[in-house]
């Protein structure tokens, strides 16, 4: 591991068309896109890929998503994804995501992943001592539930 896990990464999208749905919102389940594109960009900011983790027989696999809505993001918005580390297991790492316009701030919406540990058999497995002490937990910038 090269470098040290940033406390939050930003990622920045734009919504497309294809995104939105009949009422002219983005589609419910393109915020899991969203989550794992910023997931995977925070890893990789830290100085490892999820090819990388692979190849060393390590997976990560999303047991828990949760997201709370708050508002609406339309068509052609710009969209930041704000990432962060809540907690690290020996099995299991949990991230904290803040979907924001990026142009006001708006908060759009917030959210938490839990990915398990698993080797390339897809057993459970500890987490490797070097990746956990990459994750640098950071508290919670925004409120996350209700």
């Keep these: 591991m ?8 930003e990622t920045l999208v734009r919504v ?3 995104e939105t749905d009949q009422m002219g919102v983005v589609y419910h389940a393109r915020y ?5 594109i910023a ?23 999303v047991s828990e998503a949760a997201i709370r809505f708050r508002q609406p993001a339309r ?9 962060w580390v809540r907690q690290v297991a020996s099995r299991k790492v949990e991230f904290g995501y803040a979907i924001e316009h990026a142009d006001t701030g708006l908060l759009l919406a917030t ?14 497995t ?10 640098r937990i950071f508290p919670d910038p925004v409120k996350l539930g209700s």
Excluded: F, K, Q
Excluded at 39 to 61: D, F, I, P, Q, V
Excluded at 111 to 124: E, F, K, Q, V
């Design 75 to 83: 068509y052609d918005d710009p969209i930041r994804i704000r990432c």
């Design 39 to 61: 997931r995977t960009e925070h890893l990789r900011r830290s100085g490892m890929s999820y090819r990388e983790l692979e190849a060393a027989g390590l997976r990560l696999a």
């Design 126 to 135: 500890r987490l490797p001592d070097d990746v956990r002490d990459a994750l």
């Design 16 to 18: 497309n068309y294809s």
């Design 111 to 124: 959210a938490t992943t839990s990915l398990l540990t698993l080797d390339r058999t897809m057993t459970l």
């Design 32 to 36: 899991l896109v969203w989550l794992d």
């Design 2 to 9: 090269a470098a040290e896990c940033p406390a939050i990464s």
